[in-house]
């Protein structure tokens, strides 16, 4: 690295996009992503597609009991 740089013709929040939508990474045990790939390959659809109802259905659950 250099021990200083020039940041006088820089342009202030030239990427910032306020409505960008960020899909962070998710990492899944070895073991739990075989079951979620056969289920997958058995449903025909992927997997963030049964991960995401899986979330929803637990989601659900949890409002059920708190309320």
Same mark, same amino acid.
């Given at each position: 690295?250099?021990?200083e740089y020039d940041f &006088?013709?820089?342009e202030r929040g030239k990427f910032y996009r306020p409505d960008a939508e960020l899909y962070l990474p998710i990492y899944i045990e070895p073991d739990?992503?075989?079951v979620l790939r056969?289920? &997958?390959k058995k449903k025909g659809v992927e997997v963030a597609t049964i991960?995401?109802?899986w979330?929803?259905?637990d989601i659900s659950i949890v409002e059920t009991i708190t309320k």
């Amino acid at each position: 690295m250099k021990k200083e740089y020039d940041f &006088s013709k820089g342009e202030r929040g030239k990427f910032y996009r306020p409505d960008a939508e960020l899909y962070l990474p998710i990492y899944i045990e070895p073991d739990m992503m075989e079951v979620l790939r056969k289920f &997958s390959k058995k449903k025909g659809v992927e997997v963030a597609t049964i991960v995401n109802e899986w979330i929803k259905k637990d989601i659900s659950i949890v409002e059920t009991i708190t309320k």
